[in-house]
T-cell receptor, first 116, second 113 residues
Framework: GAGVSQSPRYKVAKRGQDVALRCDPISGHVSLFWYQQALGQGPEFLTYFQNEAQLDKSGLPSDRFFAERPEGSVSTLKIQRTQQEDSAVYLC??????????????FGEGSRLTVL | GDSVTQMEGPVTLSEEAFLTINCTYTATGYPSLFWYVQYPGEGLQLLLKATKADDKGSNKGFEATYRKETTSFHLEKGSVQVSDSAVYFCALSAAGANSKLTFGKGITLSVRP
């Protein structure tokens, strides 16, 4: 497709369940980012990939969060043993260039996770 | 750490009114500064950017000037349209550490006909 595609768009999970969120970046984009956006807040950085290498995972809130991009294209964000505080919109973004200083990030519409 | 502060919202304006949305930042060195916009039902998209002091970013009639002395990057538009109704986010990318954007909370703009 022409843009960043995320699935599922909506996910409801019971507390303690594992969830997996998928991101299809724009073809050929080197950089891929995951952000978490709580209601009424701005996006908060989770992790950054340059091709298949995860160069920065400093924003992952706990070891229950795990992200991968094994072939340098599609990425999956996995949350184990979900908690209510994990409820948020998870945004994926990709960029043609490395880093964030000059290039434009293209965002998907997000995956809204609700943990009951 | 790095941070971005945006004025409190929401903001409601009549069509053709002048718009200013304030943004100030805290960062070491000289970050790159951005405004992203999220239209209803769409993902965030870059509106404009400035990568060094005194640069002016502009797009779609919007402008913002990188002011190092006041650590600000206020967004302005001379005459808003109904189609400008959206959520606006100010963001920075720290100098050197270029793996992430730090966003403000965002502000909702509603423009009435």
């Amino acid at each position: 497709g022409a843009g960043v595609s995320q699935s599922p768009r909506y996910k409801v999970a019971k507390r303690g369940q594992d969830v997996a969120l998928r991101c299809d970046p724009i073809s050929g984009h080197v950089s891929l980012f995951w952000y978490q956006q709580a209601l009424g807040q701005g996006p908060e950085f989770l992790t950054y990939f340059q091709n298949e290498a995860q160069l920065d995972k400093s924003g992952l809130p706990s070891d229950r969060f795990f992200a991968e991009r094994p072939e340098g294209s599609v990425s999956t964000l996995k949350i184990q043993r979900t908690q209510q505080e994990d409820s948020a919109v998870y945004l994926c973004a990709s960029s043609l260039v490395t880093g964030t200083n000059t290039g434009e990030l293209f965002f998907g519409e997000g995956s809204r996770l609700t943990v009951l | 750490g790095d941070s971005v502060t945006q004025m409190e919202g929401p903001v409601t304006l009549s069509e053709e009114a002048f718009l200013t949305i304030n943004c100030t930042y805290t960062a070491t060195g000289y970050p790159s500064l951005f405004w992203y916009v999220q239209y209803p039902g769409e993902g965030l998209q870059l509106l404009l950017k400035a990568t060094k002091a005194d640069d002016k970013g502009s797009n779609k009639g919007f402008e913002a000037t990188y002011r190092k002395e006041t650590t600000s990057f206020h967004l302005e538009k001379g005459s808003v349209q109904v189609s400008d109704s959206a959520v606006y986010f100010c963001a920075l990318s720290a100098a050197g550490a270029n793996s992430k954007l730090t966003f403000g909370k965002g502000i909702t703009l509603s423009v009435r006909p």
